[in-house]
Each structure stands twice: as structure tokens, then as C-alpha cells.
């Protein structure tokens, strides 16, 4: 598995970010809509401030509502500055979303990943708490109505956990055949924290990913209110001390 960091930062943090990661052992960022979105109609000046650091855009998270205009202009940047994957975070509340609705959703999104996979790019959705995909029958429900291979599923194991999911590794197995990007984010009293240091048994869903074949991304999904220097250390001194070498 190739390594990723992602962390919400001030915009006067974007530069240690970006000139940061590597030294700290991850493969690449997954950068967070607020973090590209100041150059989505310049994507050339993107490419310059990220220019000597590789991987610094691999993959862009977009968090926002279903608007078939403003995703394929993500998917455009992303094509530009030479991302392997979009994950949409899919800024809809669940409640009032029918079974028809979902299937509605799954659809409009499967012609966004056909032209993405076209492109040479994956498209990720990422399930999330009190959105229209949060627990396992949405999951179901979902990729039971496209076709295969066109939209992949971030995990996020805080977000399983504060869903109410409590077996996360039955959850990998199950649904391993669509998993494409993990973002590996510890909880505990309803709240984010640094790897290890929440109530998630992270060690035996690691070992679920190994058992499964898992081979996509593992992203630290850091979201706690540490700092942009502890989440990358610490963060990666855990994943150091637990990764199967």
C-alpha cells in the first residue's frame, strides 16, 4: 500500500504542507477542497507551487453538493495537475433520501466516473456520517446500481465508527471488491483524534486490509485538533510502528 496524508490547514500552512510531507514518509497528499480550489481555473499556477514535491496533488477530496458542472470541472483539474483519483464527499444530509433517490444519485455520479476512467483517473465516493451513503444497505443499495469498476468507495473509519458501524473489518471484507482509498482516521467521545490515540482497534483493520489483498491507497485522514507538524509525525511514527512490513 502507497501512504497519504490529508489535513484541513490555514492558508498560510498550505507551504509547510506541501513542502512537508515527503520528509515525513508519505507517498503523496490528498488535498481537501479548500486546499486546490483557489486554482481550479488555473491549474498551470498549481503546477508551479507544486512543482519538485511529486504527489502533491494525487488526490483531490471534494466535498460538496452533486452539481454535474462543478465536478467535471474538479475532474478537469485533477486531469491537468496530474491526480490519480477524485474522492467526492457528497455534502447532502441523508434524511428524506429514498431508496430511488440513492439509485438517482449513484447513476448521475457513474457517468462523472465513466469519464473519469476515460481520462485515465479514478472517481471515489466517500461514505460519511448523515450522508445519503453512510452504513452498509446505502453501500448496497449504491453499487447495486451501476456498473462495475466506474465509481470505487473511500473508506473512512471514523466516520464508519461515528455511523454507528461498529464491526469496521466485516465491513472491509464485505465490501473489498469496491475499495479503492482508505482514509485511516482514529475517534473516541465524539471526536477526531490522532492515530492511536482514540477507541478504533486500528491494528485489526489493518490486518483486514492485508488479509483482503487491499493495495490502494491509505490515506491518514487527520482531523484532530493537533497540529499540522504532530499529525504528520505522530501520525506517521504510529503508522511506522503497526504497517506489516
Avoid at 142 to 162: P, Q
Wanted: hydrophobic share 40%.
Amino acid at each position: 500500500m502507497r501512504t497519504a496524508f490529508s489535513k484541513p490547514t490555514a492558508p498560510d500552512q498550505f507551504d509547510l504542507l506541501i513542502s512537508s510531507f515527503r520528509t515525513s514518509g508519505y507517498d503523496a497528499l490528498q488535498l481537501k477542497t479548500g486546499q486546490f480550489l483557489p486554482w481550479l481555473q488555473t491549474p498551470e499556477e498549481f503546477t508551479k507551487i507544486t512543482a519538485g514535491q511529486p504527489g502533491a496533488a494525487g488526490v483531490l477530496v471534494y466535498y460538496d453538493d452533486l452539481d454535474d458542472d462543478r465536478l467535471a470541472n474538479v475532474i478537469d483539474f485533477a486531469i491537468h495537475v496530474g491526480s490519480e483519483m477524485v474522492v467526492f464527499c457528497h455534502n447532502r444530509s441523508r434524511e428524506g433520501v429514498t431508496s430511488a433517490m440513492r439509485v438517482a444519485i449513484a447513476k448521475q455520479l457513474a457517468e462523472h466516473g465513466k469519464r473519469a476512467r476515460d481520462a485515465g483517473i479514478g472517481l471515489s465516493l466517500h461514505h460519511h456520517f448523515d450522508h445519503p451513503v453512510m452504513v452498509p444497505s446505502d453501500v448496497r443499495e449504491f453499487w447495486g446500481a451501476i456498473e462495475s469498476g466506474v465509481v470505487g468507495l473511500t473508506v473512512d473509519t471514523g466516520h464508519l465508527a461515528k455511523s454507528g458501524v461498529n464491526d469496521i473489518p466485516a465491513f472491509i471484507e464485505e465490501f473489498a471488491p469496491i475499495i479503492d482509498n482508505i482514509h485511516l482516521k482514529d475517534f473516541g467521545d465524539d471526536k477526531w483524534r490522532l492515530l492511536g490515540e482514540g477507541t478504533l482497534d486500528l491494528a485489526a483493520i489493518l490486518s483486514t486490509l492485508s488479509n483482503v489483498g487491499y493495495d490502494g491507497w491509505l490515506c491518514v485522514d487527520e482531523e484532530s485538533d493537533a497540529s499540522l507538524t504532530d499529525g504528520l509525525t505522530k501520525s506517521r511514527a504510529w503508522l511506522d510502528t503497526h504497517l506489516r512490513r
